[in-house]
């Protein structure tokens, strides 16, 4: 019985509670991950399509002129590796978002918010669990290209890993803010027509700006302030071993303001989630 | 043990008043609590509390507002107006501490069935904090009593009904809480299954002096010592010890009270503003 009382006058929480909290998190969503099997394998067939196929059968139509962070002319397959890799973790983003709606859905959700640390840093594990998560898919994809000679420097591949930490943490944000709107596990393919591709093709991932703006100046501006641009610039500067300022800056700022959205969406007093409790009784 | 053995217990079993905490303080309590979507109203100033080491039945059919007030108490939703309090912690002003002392069983299922019994459990103690070593006793613990040991490396998908509600069960328990939520905890289960869960909990009150709030619109589940609240429309309509609110409608059984409360309330509802 004394157990039942110990913790009586203990309040707030200890920085072991919320690291067990986090690593407790990490390590279900990685389970997940590993119960999924066609979820791996799908996210790495998906970049490898592009590459493979789609790459090869446009590097003749595209030149590619010389530009940061290149130093030589380089093959239209190395070219789109940045841009694959941004895309996995875009995919990664937005199926973390349709996990959350389905645990809503499912009420495994419920099971995340009644813990007693506070809300804000629930999400926050959840976020960076889905990053991880991201971080392993894109590694495979690197290994797999570079016996396809996409080899950046040795030290790009550590260099790029905090471009991608930031990159995944935004895009999970993004798809974390998403799922606090989505009602319905429906409703998720709207987000793969109007996020997913969207984003996607109006960037830099597949041609270069410069070549965008050759062929028209409005999508140009659209590339520019698309924040999947910037994801994609981040990583392909960090793997060359080079920050691109402005990529950073835009790539923080949007993770800030996507997480601030996300845990406004879920603060129970003033949220999004304001139907009928989960499963749609009343 | 038997649900009327464990009654009988609940005489000899003392109850430990926690330090720093006013005498008499209830376990939940909720004082003037309205909730609505949109125009419609879910609920409407609702006042009870539940005593700690108490069996409550919260008693109303289906659409009465049950859910919607578990929503509330387990912050799922934010309190538009009223209070909620948790061994006197206030949920809206001190969620972390108000939480902890809560233990709940959510009508749906909200258990990975992909995952292992005790990974799921061990996933619960990581959301409370509880350091692995720490968890992986305590779930070995629940285990055994919940007579589930044997399958603590099964996946969750290959249990029974029964077992799951079991499991849902210990699990809410993990971290020890001093009121234990249950929603339904009954629904979809077979009749031996819905005495063993009711028995289990039952004897939660009284060997571990936990507060439970059952929610429940099967009349069988509710006996004579139990404190019953009558949920019907949003509106409680009856507080109270079962015989008391058994009496004061002046029927014999709780089927007849609730019946005779609930027509009542529709005249007056009529005729209220």
Known sequence: MSSLTARQNQSGFSLPEYLTCLNGIVWREALRFLHQRERFVSALVRPLVWLFIFAAGFRQVLGISIIPPYETYIPYEVYIAPGLMAMIQLFNGMQSSLSMVYDREMGNMRTLLVSPLPRWYLLFCKLLAGTAVSLLQVYAFLLIAWFWDIAPPPIGYLTVLPGLILSGLMLGALGMLISSGIKQLENFAGVMNFVIFPMFFASSALYPLWRVQEGSPMLYYVCLFNPFTHAVELIRFALYGQINWLSLAVVASCTAAFMIGAIYAYDPSRGLIRRGPAGGEA | ?273
């Open chain 2, 1 to 273: 043990m038997t649900a009327t053995d464990a009654q009988a217990a609940a005489q000899i079993v003392p109850e430990i008043p926690p330090r720093n905490e006013p005498a008499g303080t209830s376990a939940l309590s909720i004082d003037g609590v309205s909730h609505s979507y949109g125009p419609r109203r879910a609920l409407i100033d609702i006042n009870f509390t539940v005593a700690p080491a108490s069996f409550t039945a919260l008693l109303g059919l289906n659409g009465a507002g049950k859910s919607t007030l578990f929503s509330l108490v387990t912050r799922l939703f934010g309190i538009q107006s009223g209070r909620i309090s948790i061994f006197g912690h206030d949920i809206g002003r001190a969620p972390g501490e108000a939480l902890r002392q809560l233990g709940v069983v959510f009508q749906p299922r909200t258990l990975d069935l992909d995952l292992s019994v005790t990974q799921n459990l061990l996933y619960h103690a990581a959301l409370h904090g509880i350091a692995r070593r720490e968890a992986r006793l305590r779930s070995d613990e629940v285990l055994t009593r919940i007579g589930l040991a044997d399958r603590a490396g099964s996946k969750v998908r290959d249990l029974s009904g029964g077992q799951m509600r079991r499991l849902e069960i210990a699990r809410a328990l993990l971290h020890r809480p001093r009121l234990l939520l249950l929603d339904e905890a009954t629904v979809g289960l077979d009749v031996k299954a819905r005495a063993d869960i009711l028995a289990h909990v039952r004897q939660l009150v009284t060997e571990q002096g936990i507060g439970v709030l059952w929610a429940t619109h099967l009349f069988d589940e509710i006996i004579a010592s139990d404190d019953l609240v009558v949920l019907h429309q949003g509106r409680v309509l009856a507080h109270g010890p079962v015989g008391r609110v058994i009496a004061d409608a002046g029927a014999q059984d709780v089927n007849t009270a609730f019946m005779r409360l609930t027509g009542t309330a529709a005249a007056s509802g009529s005729a209220a503003p």
